[in-house]
């Protein structure tokens, strides 16, 4: 899903008011309680195994910013330049964002791709639900009762000043626990 140009998750991700992608993302095992979290993401291509690599690898359960990217880089995780994240239609609501909130447009990435590159929007195609193209995530079961979560985010069109929402912190955007038969990955304006 984080592939996916529709989703705000990975490629697709919403734009942060100064035109930057800022991405988030959590994982929690239910079986022990371990879970992974990480904020602020710009150069790692799946955020959610940054995550599960900050669960399983590291002794930390939240990492952030261009550290969070470094301890990817090291665990082998794939790095893309930033503007790999960009879409057209993100870009294009991010403008829409800015004006109505009068604050200054930033200029289009240099790198940024063409406006017919994947992620943009066909001409005439109708308008996508937004609701349904927002944060992703997923909860799992297996046959043995075990379960897990993980959600994935670009967080909030035109975002300032580093605000992180729900999806990596554990207990608010993403949480899983055996004992008490629940696992959950929230979205919406966390
Ligand atoms: N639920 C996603 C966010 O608020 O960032």
């Not at 900050?54 to 790095?79: K, T, W």
């Not at 604050?103 to 639900?129: E, F, K, N, V």
């Not at 043995?144 to 959600?151: E, I, P």
């Amino acid at each position: 899903m984080e592939d996916e140009p529709l989703f705000n998750a990975g490629r697709g991700a919403v734009f942060t008011a100064e035109g930057r992608n800022e991405l988030d993302a959590a994982v929690m095992n239910g079986r022990d309680l371990t879970a992974g979290a990480v904020a602020g993401l710009t150069t790692t291509r799946h955020p959610i195994a940054a995550a599960r690599a900050v669960m399983e690898r590291s002794p930390h359960v939240m990492l952030i910013g261009p550290g969070a990217d470094a301890f990817a880089a090291s665990q082998n995780l794939e790095q893309v330049e930033p503007a790999w994240f960009f879409t057209q239609r993100r870009w294009d609501q991010l403008i829409r964002a800015l004006t109505e909130q009068g604050l200054p447009i930033p200029s289009r990435p240099a790198d940024a791709p063409s406006s017919d590159a994947p992620g943009a929007q066909a001409s005439g195609a109708p308008p996508l639900d937004e609701r349904k193209f927002g944060t992703v995530g997923a909860v799992a079961l297996d046959a043995q009762g075990r379960l897990a979560a993980g959600t994935s985010t670009g967080g909030m069109t035109a975002k300032r000043w580093g605000r992180v929402g729900d999806v990596p912190i554990i207990g608010a955007g993403t949480y899983a626990s055996n004992a008490d038969g629940c696992a959950v990955s929230a979205t919406g304006s966390g």
